[in-house]
């Protein structure tokens, strides 16, 4: 997510970012990675159903990067929400 495009310049937002996935078998492995500028927020991963949350504070100008791997199966219902909320 580039924020330049929805973002105001000078003020700090407060975001929360949820990334909720399926995938088709218990048998395959899935993960997401949520990067600010390009430092490492956080990693979840597991197996069949998958619910992460990362949070933070950013600025205009600054990138937000989702990644998603799975090892196999079909993902389902993968949706990704983010909410940012002006808080200087």
């Known amino acids: 997510m580039d924020t330049n ?20 078998s218990e048998s395959y492995k899935q993960e997401i990675a949520c990067a600010l500028n390009n430092v490492n927020m956080g990693n ?4 069949y159903k ?5 949070t933070g504070k950013c600025s205009k100008g600054d990138k937000l990067h989702i990644t998603s791997y799975k090892n196999g199966g079909t993902w ?13």
């Open 5 to 24: 495009s929805f973002l105001k310049a000078g003020v700090t937002y407060a975001f929360i970012v949820m990334v909720s996935s399926n995938i088709s």
């Open 44 to 47: 979840n991963g597991n197996y």
């Open 76 to 88: 389902t219902l993968f949706v990704t929400r983010a909410i940012f909320i002006p808080v200087s």
């Open 50 to 54: 998958l619910v992460s949350t990362f």
